[in-house]
């Protein structure tokens, strides 16, 4: 079967660096993709990774490595504004999204 | 700007009484989508919309239907409300199905039943 497995919730605090995990099965594999979602909002969009290594996109990051299933998101200098859930998100074989939980990050100051 | 609309944002029915959800796209995208979010939970597809290429996901309840008139707008129509179909529901779109095709969400419409 198809399964998203990332932490249900993670604190840090405003300034710090947070990495969110996230492990994947799934049928195929067409790339991955990370969406930001603040309570109540649709998701945004904020990266997509198919090739293994680090894709660095100002205070966000987005790593992939496909043979261990495995991708992570790394915020930097961390905002307030940062508090939302981010949504681990791979393509499938059949380009169908397999969408993780989510994991809320809850800023402190 | 180029986007993606759905109304209402908040919608309240009575159980059992049929409600549409509208979305309209100006972004000329090829691809629709609807998903159905409760809280803490992964989206979950219900159907999509390739050009007028329908495809309804497998375990999409019989009581949720479609409708893409022309390229710009999808409904979603809910025949016969229940408690359980409480939820978010997004709409979504995509230039094309492919690798790197992100999604351009709607604002949601929450959906409250009574």
């Known amino acids: 079967g198809q399964n998203i497995d990332q932490p249900t919730e993670m604190t840090a605090t405003e300034g710090a660096i947070v990495q969110i995990n996230c492990t994947y099965q799934?049928?195929?594999?067409?790339?991955l993709f990370w969406y930001q979602q603040h309570a109540g909002e649709a998701p945004t969009f904020l990266s997509y990774?198919?090739l293994d290594g680090l894709e660095e996109k100002g205070r966000f990051s987005s790593f992939l490595s496909r043979s261990k299933g495995y991708s992570y998101l790394l915020l930097k200098e961390l905002q307030m504004k940062d508090s939302a859930s981010y949504l681990c998100?791979?393509?499938?074989?059949?380009?169908?999204?397999?969408w993780g939980a989510g994991t809320k990050l809850i800023i402190k100051p | 700007d180029a986007m993606v609309i759905q109304n209402p944002r908040y919608q309240v029915t009575q159980f059992g009484k049929p409600v549409t959800l509208s979305c309209s796209q100006t972004?000329?995208?090829?691809?629709m989508y609807w998903y159905q979010q409760k809280s803490s939970q992964a989206p979950k597809l219900l159907f999509h919309?390739?050009?007028?290429?329908?495809?309804n996901e497998a375990d999409t309840p019989d009581n949720f239907q479609s409708r893409r008139p022309n390229t710009s707008f999808c409904f979603l129509d809910i025949r016969s409300p229940g408690l359980g179909d409480a939820a978010m529901y997004l709409c979504?779109?995509?230039?094309?199905?492919?690798?790197?095709?992100?999604?351009?969400f709607g604002s949601g419409t929450q959906l409250s039943v009574l």
């Open positions: 979504a779109t995509s230039s094309n199905r492919g690798s790197n095709e992100k999604l351009f």
């Open positions: 972004l000329n995208h090829n691809v």
């Open positions: 919309y390739y050009d007028k290429d329908f495809n």
């Open positions: 799934t049928s195929g594999f067409n790339g």
């Open positions: 990774n198919v």
């Open positions: 998100a791979p393509l499938d074989s059949n380009y169908q999204l397999i």
